[in-house]
């Protein structure tokens, strides 16, 4: 049902204008972008710490109440018309991918405060209490680990997660999350800093980041699933150095092209899988030999690669993820190599709950827009909650582009009519 005003004694101020406040947050965002134009907010770090700050400042010209809950993600509240019962979440995160897109995260956290500062601006009160959480680390880039800000509400974070590194610094996550107000001593021991009773639904707006939106011609989308992974930040294969003119082949043990056989033996099961009917996309996004010992003259004997392995189905993550390790052991004994793999890390699908998905459709035909379900293979903290128990949503917004670059390509008429379906489901949440 389409969200009016109810009786109040408060009458509403002057129009509210969504587009100019999103115009207003988005530009400031903006601000220390790269010389290519991207942005780059540090996860629990600089950026991403100015960038909630500016989200707060907002919230509180708007009269919005602010706060930060133990994991350091920041909190925007309006009170509902029954506050004794589970509150209704939205939001995303603020961080970025080095030199990334504007839009991405962002987009969810701006339309959560459009929407907050609209039902104030109008006198609407909700029936229920609207918490919008700008959430901290949803991004992997930084840490290795994705998630983190609504992971550590729901007791998901262990030591092993707290001591990984930082890109480029080598500052551990733990220290990080400190650093910026975390309370890491309650993370640590599994803590859960939010009850996932008192969570009524949580609903994520986000940019697209793929291109099938802009194919189809579809300003806005219901989300069905997100795909879970499996991740390894650095495999390294070992082999033995040589002189580049003075071993043959037969007596190589060269670690390049160890990697690159395995790669194009995962890339053969991953077609075999797809064509099996399979949900399933495999990246090697990071590769390469020891820059202080390579050389155009020397047979390389270490080569580092990343591998993530996503999909919708748990079942296809682990066979495929059993498929790689078998190649390996193949590949070791051809090329008499080694494998030797990091911590692996695993993130779960998430399936948003089928009332929501119902429910946002049904407002998506009331309001014009369109009403088809997409399902999303990059991962959102919306999958996080929903694995909590928390009934969760997705709108997808139009993105040309794609994302994690700085061409991400969001027009504003695309983002106020996912803000405004947004608007609609918090503001009438039974």
Not at 15 to 24: C, E, K
Not at 343 to 357: A, F, K, Q, S
Not at 364 to 386: M, N, Q, R, T, W
Request: glycine letters at 10%; a negative charge; one cysteine or more.
């Amino acid at each position: 049902m389409i969200l009016r005003r109810q009786g109040s004694a408060r009458e509403p101020a002057a129009r509210f204008d969504g587009r100019a406040l999103a115009t207003q947050l988005f530009d400031g965002l903006r601000v220390g972008c790269t010389p290519a134009g991207g942005v780059t907010r540090e996860s629990y770090g600089p950026g991403e710490q100015a960038a909630m700050k500016l989200i707060e400042a907002a919230a509180a010209t708007h009269g919005l109440a602010t706060a930060w809950d133990a994991a350091a993600n920041l909190v925007i509240t309006l009170e509902g018309r029954y506050p004794s019962r589970p509150f209704v979440a939205c939001g995303s995160h603020l961080d970025s991918v080095p030199d990334g897109g504007n839009f991405d995260g962002a987009a969810g956290v701006v339309a959560g405060l459009v929407c907050l500062a609209r039902m104030r601006a109008e006198a609407i009160v909700p029936t229920r209490t609207i918490k919008l959480m700008a959430l901290r680390g949803e991004e992997s880039a930084w840490f290795g680990k994705s998630y983190v800000g609504s992971s550590a509400l729901f007791g998901k974070l262990n030591e092993g997660d707290l001591a990984l590194r930082r890109r480029g610094s080598g500052e551990r996550l733990g220290e990080a999350m400190h650093a910026h107000g975390a309370d890491v001593r309650r993370i640590t021991r599994g803590e859960q800093l939010l009850d996932p009773k008192s969570v009524g639904a949580y609903l994520e707006l986000h940019i697209e980041q793929g291109p099938v939106m802009v194919t189809q011609g579809l300003a806005t989308a219901v989300v069905g699933s997100i795909r879970g992974n499996i991740r390894h930040n650095a495999v390294l294969c070992i082999g033995e150095a040589g002189h580049s003119g003075a071993v043959p082949r037969a007596l190589r043990r060269d670690a390049l092209l160890a990697t690159a056989d395995l790669i194009m033996r995962l890339d053969a099961r991953w077609k075999s899988m797809l064509d099996d009917g399979h949900d399933l996309v495999v990246t090697a996004g990071k590769i390469g030999t020891d820059p202080d010992k390579h050389a155009i003259t020397r047979i390389p004997e270490e080569v580092s690669f990343s591998i993530d392995i996503r999909s919708e189905s748990t079942a296809t993550l682990e066979a495929f993820y059993g498929a790689m390790r078998a190649e390996c052991d193949v590949v070791s004994a051809e090329r008499r190599v080694e494998f030797r793999f990091d911590r692996r890390i695993d993130t779960m699908p998430g399936h948003m709950d089928d009332g929501w998905i119902e429910r946002l459709v049904t407002l998506s035909k009331e309001l014009g827009l369109p009403s088809e379900i997409l399902h999303s293979g990059a991962g959102h903290d919306a999958a996080v909650f929903a694995n909590a128990g928390v009934p969760s949503a997705m709108i997808f917004i139009r993105n040309d582009h794609g994302s994690h670059n700085p061409k991400e390509a969001m027009e504003i008429d695309d983002f106020m009519k996912g803000t405004e379906l947004l608007y609609h489901a918090l503001g009438d949440t039974p």
